[in-house]
């Protein structure tokens, strides 16, 4: 089950200490990873958000029910919850109940966003990734992928980008993961 917060925060960007947390390195290959999912971002004051958002997962999390007295896991990213429990008792009730009531407690009667809430399931798309926890995937849907590898040929062979088209490229491309070959100088 996935939740929302009302209203998106847009244009945030990554602050400096963490940026690490989006890249890799494959010795091997002598090849960089940047998850460009660092790169897309919300309006207003992302600090803000960060506690808002923090306050209602520690607060959802913390919750407990009879089966889980533990409290809950939830994941949360930016302006989104992600729950993920076990359909035992009335475990997935609860926990829907329970975040609702932390979005409310935390930010108000009108934080949150019914339609964006979403019926129990094993397979969700969750971040505009399609996540089945029967087979163990996770995937792209193929429509993102033609239009992925759209913008990359558009970009590829344009003379020129502006900072906002590149913005706006690295903001659509922000679920695929960008393999570079360093030059001999960083390595």
């Not at 989006?22 to 958000?49: K, L, Q, V």
């Not at 926990?95 to 129990?120: I, Q, Y």
């Not at 995937?139 to 992928?145: Q, Y």
Request: aromatic fraction near 10%.
């Amino acid at each position: 089950m996935a939740g929302d917060v009302a209203s998106a925060y847009r244009n945030t960007y990554t602050h400096s200490a963490y940026v690490h947390m989006f890249e890799g390195f494959i010795t091997e290959d002598n090849t960089i990873i940047i998850d460009m999912s660092a790169a897309f971002g919300w309006t207003g004051s992302a600090g803000t958000y960060s506690v808002l958002g923090g306050a209602v997962a520690f607060n959802h999390g913390s919750t407990g029910s009879g089966p889980r007295p533990r409290g809950f896991y939830n994941y949360h990213w930016v302006d989104g919850h992600i729950n993920v429990a076990s359909s035992t008792v009335t475990q997935c009730e609860d926990a829907e109940r329970s975040l609702r009531f932390a979005l409310t407690t935390v930010m108000g009667p009108s934080a949150v966003n019914d339609r964006k809430f979403t019926a129990w399931s094993t397979q969700q798309k969750v971040l505009g990734l399609i996540f089945d926890t029967t087979a163990g995937t996770v995937a792209m849907p193929t429509k993102e992928v033609g239009k992925a590898r759209s913008l990359i040929a558009h970009a590829f062979h344009s003379q020129a980008l502006s900072r906002s088209e590149f913005r706006s490229l690295l903001g659509s491309l922000r679920h695929v993961a960008t393999c570079v070959r360093p030059a001999q100088a960083f390595v």
